[in-house]
């Protein structure tokens, strides 16, 4: 693994971390995961019992996930999206599966060189 991809996924778990520490504090049951690809997430469980993987996108600064809008926060204000996150996980995760967050940032920039 490259040194910047191992930067980047080290920073990602740093932010998971401490995002864990506040739901964990808070009655929030959350564990944090390595993908089958490398990727750090963290296991929130909802009121209703039910899992749902909390992981990063750094270049948009988000704790994400769904592929909905609102199942994304800034992750730039912990408070707040701990608060986000904790409310989501009360209420209970949206019905269905997980969707993934997908944006292939090359034809955003492909756009804008057009």
Same mark, same amino acid.
């Given at each position: 693994?490259? &040194? ?5 996924? +080290? ?6 971390? +401490? @995002?864990?520490?506040? @739901? ?7 564990? @944090? ?12 469980? !909802? ?33 707040? +999206? ?21 944006? !292939?940032? &090359? ?6 060189? &057009?």
């Amino acid at each position: 693994m490259n &040194s910047t991809l191992e930067h980047r996924r +080290a920073y990602q778990q740093r932010l998971l971390t +401490a @995002l864990r520490e506040e @739901l964990t504090a808070r009655d929030i049951p959350a564990v @944090l995961v390595v993908t089958a690809d490398g990727r750090p997430g963290l296991d929130v469980t !909802d009121a209703r019992c039910r899992p749902r993987r909390v992981f990063v996108h750094l270049p948009f600064c988000w704790f994400y996930w769904g592929d909905q809008q609102d199942e994304r926060v800034t992750f730039l204000r912990l408070p707040a +999206a701990v608060d986000r996150i904790e409310q989501a996980a009360r209420d209970g995760w949206q019905e269905g599966e997980q969707g993934e967050l997908g944006m !292939d940032l &090359s034809k955003i920039a492909d756009a804008y060189r &057009s």
